[in-house]
Structures are given as C-alpha cells and as structure tokens.
C-alpha cells in the first residue's frame, strides 16, 4: 500500500471534500480523485459517500481512519534522525599529530567539555590511527593531507608551515612525524645539502634542543611568519561516518579551536 495514498485517504477524511485536501496536500484535485479510486479498489470499499454536505466516510473508513493516521505519524517519527545532544555521549577519541596536539589539545578538551560530561580521550596520532578510524575505535584525527586508506575521508582545513628556528650554529634536528615524514626529507625542498644528524620524535625534547641546535619548526599560519615549508593540515574521520551527528559535531569543534589558534596574536 502506497505511503502517499494514505496520506491521501487522512486528508480526505478530515477535510471532506477532494478539492480542499487537494490544497492541504499541494496536489491537483484530479490526483486526489485518482488516488481515492484505487483506494477504493485496493480496500474493497467505497470509503466516502458523495452528500449535499461533501464526502461522508463509510463505517469501514471511519473504523481505520485513526489507526492509519497513528501509523503515518510513528512511520514519520521512525524516519527523523534522532535529535543529537553532546550530553548524551559517553566517550570522544581523537588522536592529533604532533605539534599540532602541543597547539590546540589543551583548547580542544577545554570547548569538549564545555559541551558534554563524555570520557576524553585525546592522543597523539601513531601508525595504527588509520586502522583505529576505520573500525570506530577512534571518532576523528588530524593530520597531515597524505595519501590514505580510500575507508577514510579527508577534508583540509589548514595549512601550517615550517619555519628555521633555533640556534644555526648547532646541529639540524628533525623532528620524525609518525605516518607523515620518517622516510622523506622535507627540509631537503629548501635546501638539498642540509642533513639531519640528531632525530626525535618529541616535540617537547625538540624545543629542550633549539637552544643548541635547529630545526624547521612548525607552526599555524600567521602574517608575522614567512611560510618556508607548507604543510596541509586535514581533519580525517571514518568515510561512512563523516554525516554521523557527533562526527560533524567533533568535526565542527576540531575546526574552530584551529581556526581560534590561528587568529591569537
């Protein structure tokens, strides 16, 4: 049976008459007169009565009228998606690549919890985050713009860049980015004879360093640096989760506290 035409018969019902519940439903009278005649072939029963004062349902109509109406309305509440509210979330995973966790973690649990009283889980981003995205373990990541599994969506929302810093008569020092630069020399792009001669995987042990030596340094866009090496930051999430509400909410809260650390002076 035809969702369309109960609603029909329910219209006509309250209405009486095919031409209003031809305005009440935005169609023409000629459908609704249609739709009554298969109706009334499908059910076995005239339904409505044609009277000086308009449609007159039959017994059997007016038996199944509500019934029809309770089922059109549980149908239509079946079909809303649920109405999200952060205080109904029990834990929130996210894992930030550093040094972008150093930048905005303390921010980013800060406007979380604000929001909803749910476990945070905050961690920085390793090689098995693609793999904990895709099977839910973990909600959203953010990372560098790269080549990833096709499971997973990407969307860049971004860019910081690598800027000399620290001490240049030292040593130069590479910070290694898990899943991101351990076999590529982006400072080469500057400079093809510069090689790193101390590695770590520690931005706080990097920063102990730059009094002695030197690194390329990242940081979030801003007019007072000159941007030497770009990097494109993107918010990373499960693909067929990415219209999930609290992905989009996550989502939404991850781009605003970047977008808030990018315009501090």
Known sequence: MDLNALSVFVTLYKSGSTQRAAVILGRSQSYVSKTLAQLRQDLGDPLFIRTANGFQPTTYAIQIAPKIQLAIEQINSALEPEKFNPMHIEHICIHVVEPMLVIIGKSLVETIREKTN?????????????????????????????????????????????TLSGNLAGEYVKLLVE???????????????????????????????????????????SDNVKQEIGVDIALICNASRRHEQKIKWLSNICQNVIQQAIQKP
């Open 118 to 162: 749910a476990i945070i889980e905050l961690r920085h981003w390793r090689k098995q985050s693609n793999a904990l995205l895709i099977d839910g373990t973990v909600d959203i990541g953010i990372h560098g713009l790269k080549e990833r599994p096709q499971q997973l969506y990407q969307k860049k929302i971004a860019q910081g860049s690598a």
């Open 179 to 221: 899943d991101y630069n351990e076999h590529i020399e982006l400072h080469k792009s500057t400079d093809h004879k510069l090689d790193a001669t101390i590695l770590v995987d520690n931005y706080v042990v990097l920063n102990q360093l730059l009094e002695q030596h030197y690194t390329y340094k990242f940081q979030l866009p």
